[in-house]
């Protein structure tokens, strides 16, 4: 088994920035890709980005490539999603995952998860 917690979230204006953070615990061995997904209210949950733990690969959706970074402290177990130029549309409950083998963008993919941070952009 594989716990994570979330953390980082809240409110900010369109424009500003954001760190989320997730901490592994458990089996992290078995983490081999962590991946961050969204939900807004009444909206499906979807990728946002993940990370290979072991060779830093990522991958990226495309309405936050170039504005969200995710990052991984493998001496920590935590990995992070730098939020930068956040638009109002970005609200949402952000959720840590893991356990997919590879870079892989549908919930089914991955095994654990976290309880969601909310972030909420303000126009």
């Known amino acids: 088994q594989v716990q994570l917690v979330e953390s980082g979230g809240g409110l900010v204006q369109a424009g500003g920035s954001l760190r989320l953070s997730c901490v592994a615990s458990?089996?992290?061995?078995?983490?081999?890709?962590m991946g961050w997904f969204r939900q807004a209210p009444g909206k499906e949950r979807e990728f946002v980005a993940a990370?290979?733990?072991?060779?830093?690969?990522?991958r990226y959706a495309d309405s936050v490539k170039d504005r969200f970074t995710v990052s991984r402290d493998n001496a920590k177990n935590t990995v992070y999603l730098q939020m930068n130029s956040l638009k109002p549309e970005d609200t949402a409950v952000y959720y840590c995952?893991?356990?997919?083998?590879?870079?892989?963008?549908?919930?089914?993919?991955?095994?654990?998860w976290g309880q969601g941070t909310q972030v909420t952009v303000s126009s």
């Open positions: 995952a893991a356990g997919a083998r590879f870079l892989l963008v549908r919930t089914t993919e991955y095994g654990y």
């Open positions: 458990g089996r992290t061995e078995s983490s081999y890709v």
């Open positions: 990370i290979h733990i072991g060779g830093g690969g990522t």
